[in-house]
């Protein structure tokens, strides 16, 4: 994996393995308030907890989601909840991993009509959510999850993820 950091706060990793990521500014530092604002629902900060994040491509992530889902097709994120108990190396608690495939992240967003930084926050929080503990299996768990999703956009002033949009209405603070 060719690895490019992009974001040292705090326990937060953040790297590029995939080409159309690259043409996008400031993704470390949206990536980083979009998770923050997710562990803040747990009363969780970078200062607790480890994490990394890969953006990745199609590809990588095709072969991923037929590994581990059984589904040889891209998703847009998957999340890997690290064992309980693991550390980073200064000691914090290593919630696990989350990587993303640039061509299905950028497409949903383009027909949801949304930013694409708006969409790969969204789709951060929810990726965080999972690190977490929490899933979307049950309609009772998914009302939840949504829930949570739609407070941490709200608290980044961006618009509710599961409400048409246009891109134009959405404001991604810099």
Partial sequence: MSDSDISGSGELEVKIDGDGWKQHCDLGKTITRSFEAAIALENLSLADIGVTIVLSDDATLAQLNDQWRSKPK?????????????KTESGKNYLGDMILAYGVVASEAGEQGKALETHLCHLVIHGALHLLGFDHLED??????EKLERTAMKTLNLPDPYLPTSAKQENIER
């Fill in 140 to 145: 009772d768990a998914a009302r939840q999850m």
């Fill in 74 to 86: 891209p998703t847009n994120i998957l999340s890997f909840p690290a064992p309980e108990g693991e």
